[in-house]
């Protein structure tokens, strides 16, 4: 069975992101594996934790109520959001990347994230790129 990524993070572009993601995995029969990825350091404190554990609870209510095949995968490490998606992606074979893209202004819109783009150039398999409202 095939696999399809998605980066998540509890706001717009990871909603979006998510959302796309399920409809892949249906329309594919694939599984999803859901990375929630941190650098982690001063601003990751035990408050910022523990609302990550409920963000990620609410996701993985949401998948069983889709009643999709998942693994949530959450990373905090000194690693950034790019390579740990980009590593899962190949360890698990995926057919597909989603990641969410953030809503910019025009001169933004010219430049995207360095997560992103950095996912878009160096990912083995094709990457599906969602807008966040």
Known sequence: MGKVVVGYVPKPEGEAALSQAIAEAKL???????VN???????????????????MAAVGARLDAEGVAYEIRQLVR????AEDLISIAEANS?????????????VGKLI??????????????PVLAVKGD
């Open 28 to 34: 594919r029969g694939a599984d999803l594996v859901v």
């Open 94 to 106: 995926a057919e597909l990347i989603v990641i969410g893209l953030r809503r910019r202004t025009p």
């Open 37 to 55: 990825s941190h650098r982690g350091g001063a601003g990751y404190d035990r408050e910022a934790s523990d609302q990550l554990e409920k963000d």
């Open 112 to 125: 995207l994230g360095s997560n992103a783009q950095r996912v878009l150039l160096d990912a083995h398999c």
């Open 78 to 81: 000194g690693f950034e959001p």
